[in-house]
C-alpha cells in the first residue's frame, strides 16, 4: 500500500493585517481526493499538531466537505511523531499560513528530506514550496538546487496584495537557493515534475500537482 502524507501549516495569522489564515482548503482536499482514488492510504501531518488553521473554506465544493468529513483534523500529529520510512512520498499543501512555519518546521523538513533520499516523492503546491526553501538533503545541498520548480509567482503575490505582507517573496527565494522557477500568467494552471520533486504554482493546481505526483510515484 503507497503511503502519503499531506503537510499542513499551523500559522493563522496573516502577518500584522490583523486577517487570519491556515492552510488553503482546496490545496490538501484536491490532492487528498486524488490520492486516494488512486488507492493510498493519506495522512496527515501539521507543524504543531492538533487542529490546524484553515483558509479558502468552499462550505459549497463537495471535494472539500468530503475531504473534512473524512479526516481527523483535530489530531493531526507533528512530524516527530511518524517514521519516515514508512511513507512514500509527502506533499506540502499552500496557505499563506506556510510561509511563516514551514521554513523553520525542522522535523518536518527532516522528515521529508529522508522520505526523498530513501526513494520517495516530495511535493507541493502554491506557498506550500515554501517548505522547500531551508529543505537540505544529507549532503548539505538544497533539495531544490538546480531543480525545476513552480510556486506563487511574485505576480500573483502583488494581485492579491499582499507582496509587503509575506516574510519573503517565494519564486525569489527558492531561485535563492539555486531552483530554477517557472512562472505561468497569474492563476493559470502550472505543474512541473523534476524527478521526485513536483510543484505546483497555485490553489488551481493544487489537483495537477497531485497527479504528477502520483506518476512520480508510479516511477
Request: hydrophobic share 45%; aromatic share 8%; charged share 20%.
Amino acid at each position: 500500500m503507497t503511503r502519503v502524507l499531506i503537510a499542513l501549516t499551523s500559522h493563522s495569522d496573516l502577518g500584522d493585517t490583523g486577517r487570519k489564515t491556515g492552510f488553503y482548503v482546496s490545496e490538501a482536499a484536491e490532492p487528498w481526493t486524488v490520492f486516494t482514488e488512486a488507492g493510498y492510504e493519506v495522512g496527515l501531518v501539521s507543524v504543531a499538531g492538533g487542529r490546524p488553521p484553515i483558509d479558502g473554506l468552499d462550505e459549497n465544493d463537495p471535494i472539500q466537505q468530503k475531504f473534512l468529513a473524512a479526516v481527523d483534523l483535530d489530531h493531526t500529529p507533528v512530524a516527530a511523531e511518524l517514521d519516515a520510512t514508512t511513507y512514500d512520498a509527502i506533499f506540502f499543501a499552500g496557505g499563506h499560513g506556510t510561509m511563516w512555519d514551514f521554513p523553520e518546521a525542522d522535523d518536518l523538513l527532516k522528515l521529508a528530506a529522508q522520505i526523498y533520499e530513501d526513494g520517495g516523492v516530495v511535493a507541493a503546491v502554491c506557498h506550500g514550496p515554501s517548505a522547500l526553501v531551508n529543505l537540505k538533503l544529507a549532503d548539505g545541498k538544497y533539495l531544490v538546487d538546480g531543480k525545476n520548480v513552480a510556486g506563487f509567482t511574485n505576480a500573483e503575490e502583488e494581485a492579491v496584495g499582499l507582496t509587503d505582507v509575506v516574510p519573503f517573496l517565494l519564486a525569489d527565494e527558492l531561485t535563492k537557493r539555486g531552483a530554477i522557477h517557472h512562472p505561468a500568467d497569474n492563476f493559470a494552471v502550472q505543474a512541473v515534475a523534476d524527478g521526485r520533486l513536483v510543484t505546483g504554482q497555485n490553489p488551481q493546481s493544487a489537483q495537477l500537482t497531485a497527479e504528477k505526483t502520483v506518476e512520480a510515484l508510479a516511477g
